[in-house]
C-alpha cells in the first residue's frame, strides 16, 4: 500500500485548550478563533478571491489521540457519543476520531485573512478545533452542492438541546470584577456560554451533584448541571 504524505499548511489557535468541552460538531457555537499559516503557504496571494465566500471547507488532523488505534490492527466498530457512548456502530458511519486515518473536516464561517507582521492568519468563527490542531487545507464552501437541504443524517438528524446557563453568585460577582477591570471582554463571555449552554458532559454522564472543570482559554470554569440549566459555580483567570 503506498502511503501519502501531506504538508501542515498552518495550525489553528482557539479558546478550546482542552477536548472537555469542545463542540461535537462545527458552527453549534460561534467561537471566533484562527489559523496561523507555516511558510511558504503564509502569503496573502494564496487568498486572493477568498473573501467572496461567506464559508470555508477545513481539512485537518486528530492530532491529540492519546489512544490512537493501532494501524496493524482495524477496529471497524466505535461508540459515538451521540448514542450514549455505550452503542457500538461502524467506523464510517461515525465522524469519531479513532479512525484509520486521522482527518477531520469542518465547516467554518469566514471572518478576515489578514496579515500581522510576517504573519498571515485566516479568522474564522464555529469551528470545533482543538488549539493547536494541524491544518492540511483550506476550501471554499459552494453552496448549490455542498448544501444538501433534504439530506438525511441518520441518529444525528436533530441539534442539540441547548441549556439555560446561569451563574451563582460567587462566579457573577467575579466575572463581573474581570468586565470592570477589562481582564475579559464581553464577547468571551457569551462565547463560554454557548459552550456551556451545550452541556459538554459525556453523554452517559448524569450525576446532577458532580462539580465539573473546564478550560475555555484564559477561564478556569467550575459548574454542576441540571435538568435544564447549567450553573458556573466558579470562574478564575
Same mark, same amino acid.
Given at each position: 500500500?503506498?502511503?501519502?504524505?501531506?504538508?501542515?499548511?498552518? +495550525?489553528?489557535?482557539?479558546? =478550546? &485548550?482542552?477536548? #472537555?468541552?469542545?463542540?461535537?460538531? %462545527? @458552527?453549534? *457555537?460561534? &467561537?471566533?478563533?484562527?489559523? !496561523?499559516?507555516?511558510?511558504?503557504? @503564509?502569503?496573502?496571494?494564496? #487568498?486572493? $478571491?477568498?473573501? !467572496?465566500?461567506? /464559508?470555508?471547507?477545513?481539512?485537518?488532523?486528530? /492530532?491529540?489521540?492519546? @489512544?490512537?488505534?493501532?494501524?496493524?490492527? =482495524?477496529?471497524?466498530?466505535?461508540?459515538?457519543?451521540?448514542?450514549?457512548?455505550?452503542k457500538k456502530i461502524g467506523v464510517f458511519a461515525t465522524r469519531s476520531m479513532y479512525r484509520p486515518a486521522p482527518i477531520?473536516?469542518?465547516? &467554518?464561517?469566514?471572518?478576515?485573512?489578514?496579515?500581522?507582521?510576517?504573519?498571515?492568519?485566516?479568522?474564522?468563527?464555529?469551528?470545533?478545533?482543538?488549539? $493547536?490542531? %494541524?491544518?492540511?487545507?483550506?476550501?471554499?464552501?459552494? /453552496?448549490?452542492?455542498?448544501?444538501? +437541504?433534504?439530506?438525511?443524517?441518520?441518529?444525528?438528524?436533530?441539534?442539540?438541546?441547548?441549556?439555560? *446557563?446561569?451563574?451563582?453568585?460567587?462566579?457573577? #460577582?467575579?466575572?463581573?470584577?474581570?468586565?470592570? @477591570?477589562?481582564?475579559?471582554?464581553?464577547?468571551?463571555?457569551?462565547?463560554?456560554?454557548?459552550?456551556?449552554?451545550?452541556?459538554?458532559? %459525556?453523554?452517559?454522564? /448524569?450525576?446532577?451533584?458532580?462539580?465539573?472543570?473546564?478550560? #475555555?482559554?484564559? =477561564?478556569?470554569?467550575? =459548574?454542576?448541571? $441540571?435538568?435544564?440549566?447549567?450553573? &458556573?459555580?466558579?470562574? !478564575?483567570?
Amino acid at each position: 500500500m503506498t502511503k501519502l504524505s501531506l504538508p501542515i499548511i498552518g +495550525v489553528m489557535r482557539s479558546p =478550546f &485548550v482542552e477536548k #472537555f468541552g469542545i463542540p461535537r460538531q %462545527p @458552527n453549534l *457555537v460561534q &467561537v471566533e478563533s484562527y489559523i !496561523e499559516m507555516h511558510a511558504p503557504y @503564509n502569503v496573502l496571494d494564496a #487568498f486572493e $478571491g477568498i473573501e !467572496e465566500f461567506s /464559508h470555508l471547507w477545513l481539512i485537518w488532523q486528530f /492530532h491529540d489521540n492519546k @489512544n490512537q488505534q493501532d494501524k496493524e490492527k =482495524f477496529r471497524p466498530q466505535v461508540r459515538p457519543p451521540r448514542l450514549g457512548g455505550n452503542k457500538k456502530i461502524g467506523v464510517f458511519a461515525t465522524r469519531s476520531m479513532y479512525r484509520p486515518a486521522p482527518i477531520g473536516l469542518s465547516v &467554518v464561517q469566514l471572518k478576515e485573512v489578514r496579515k500581522e507582521g510576517n504573519a498571515v492568519r485566516v479568522y474564522v468563527t464555529g469551528s470545533d478545533l482543538l488549539d $493547536g490542531t %494541524p491544518i492540511l487545507d483550506i476550501k471554499p464552501y459552494i /453552496h448549490y452542492s455542498d448544501a444538501i +437541504v433534504d439530506a438525511q443524517s441518520g441518529y444525528a438528524q436533530a441539534e442539540p438541546v441547548r441549556k439555560q *446557563v446561569i451563574w451563582s453568585e460567587e462566579a457573577e #460577582f467575579s466575572k463581573q470584577a474581570f468586565l470592570k @477591570n477589562k481582564q475579559i471582554q464581553q464577547k468571551y463571555v457569551d462565547e463560554l456560554e454557548q459552550v456551556l449552554g451545550l452541556d459538554p458532559r %459525556p453523554a452517559y454522564q /448524569h450525576d446532577d451533584q458532580r462539580v465539573y472543570g473546564l478550560r #475555555f482559554g484564559a =477561564f478556569n470554569i467550575k =459548574f454542576s448541571c $441540571g435538568e435544564t440549566s447549567i450553573i &458556573v459555580q466558579q470562574i !478564575e483567570l
